[in-house]
């Protein structure tokens, strides 16, 4: 059963000819996504090159707490096995510029990357001068180590530490800089569970003057159980109650559920809008990156077939 939804009344299919338009928008919308890691889930991967294929894009997360040596070793590590990594500089967490430069230093002299995710990060207060990615970008740090690409932080449903003008501003604020300076800025966001919120807001921030890209976060398959915990911890919004709802139900804790109805929606959304910002899709692989790995490039292969009553759609691939 598939947990993840919209409030859109879903579509159906009279006839394979209108389900396969529908096939070949989702699989338009899920070539090039990216995927994360965290340093400590690298510790049980072997060999990332079993689950991805060459080249793909890789956040590394720099979670509170943990040793920035440890984002760069893992970064190092997959740019050796064929992978472009994507380190997350989480502003909170950095102590002084001085710091966040000798980290830069560290970065390009051992893996040599061009993009990086600038974040406030998860930490209530500041180990130093930063609060915010938007403290980080007016360093000039990332310019002057060759970083040419940077994603900013979005938030579809809200966030629980910034007031809803907070992230407004913040969004006026990221466009604003991407035209003076000339930085290639996208928004990274948060994982969602439902379209219609996501859909909501870009059409709010187009209205306010966003022009940035979106990578829209998608949560990977995983356990309804395991879905509501990394929610709670995340300060996902009102989507998160489809999932409550599933939970009333103790069997269903422990179901596998694909994201399959919100990459579809958005899908739709994205091939028949042409206004839609949103350009990616970013996958937080919350129950193993193995899994949703295997599925992403299913989706990607079209090796899937659409339920009829518009309800998503299933992969037809073993994906272990």
């Known amino acids: 059963m598939n947990v993840f939804s919209s409030a859109a009344p879903a579509a159906t299919f009279s006839s394979l000819s209108e389900a396969d338009p529908m096939k070949q928008q989702i699989i338009d919308f899920m070539r090039d996504f990216s995927i994360e ?66 980290n830069l230093k560290k970065l390009q002299a051992e ?4 993009e990086v995710v600038a974040l406030g ?12 990615s938007m403290d980080l970008l007016e360093t000039g740090l990332f310019d002057k180590y060759g970083i040419r690409e940077i994603g900013v932080a979005g ?6 530490d910034i007031s809803p003008q907070g992230l407004k501003d913040a969004i006026t604020w990221k466009n604003a800089f991407a035209e003076r300076t000339g930085a290639k800025l996208y928004i990274a966001t948060q994982f969602c569970f439902e379209a219609a919120p996501i859909i909501a807001w870009d059409r709010a921030i187009q209205a306010e003057g966003n022009k940035l890209p979106i990578h829209i976060g998608a949560p990977g398959l995983a356990t309804i159980k395991t879905l509501i915990n990394h929610a ?19 069997a269903k804790l422990m179901t596998v559920n694909a994201p399959d109805k919100l ?15 949103i350009a990616k899709v970013h996958m937080y692989p919350l ?24 309800k998503g759609f299933k992969v037809t691939r073993d994906i272990g």
């Open 121 to 132: 990060g998860a930490v209530d207060t500041p180990l130093g001068e930063f609060e915010s």
């Open 263 to 277: 990459i579809m929606d958005l899908a739709q959304y994205r091939a028949e809008d042409p206004n839609c910002g």
């Open 155 to 160: 938030h579809p449903e809200g966030s629980p």
């Open 111 to 114: 893996v040599g990357i061009d």
């Open 37 to 102: 890691t965290t340093p400590g889930s690298a510790l049980k991967i072997p060999d990332y090159r079993e689950h991805l294929r060459p080249g793909a894009k890789v956040a590394v997360t720099f979670l509170p707490g943990s040793d920035f040596a440890d984002t760069i070793a893992t970064a190092k590590r997959l740019k050796e096995e064929g992978f472009q990594p994507l380190p997350h500089f989480a502003a909170r967490s950095i102590v002084s510029a001085a710091v966040m430069e000798e």
């Open 232 to 250: 709670k911890a995340c300060g996902v919004g009102p989507s998160m109650r489809f999932l409550t709802r599933q939970a009333m139900n103790v």
């Open 287 to 310: 129950g193993g990156l193995k899994k949703s790995a295997a599925w992403s490039y299913a989706v990607v292969d079209g090796d899937f077939t659409m339920d009829p009553k518009g």
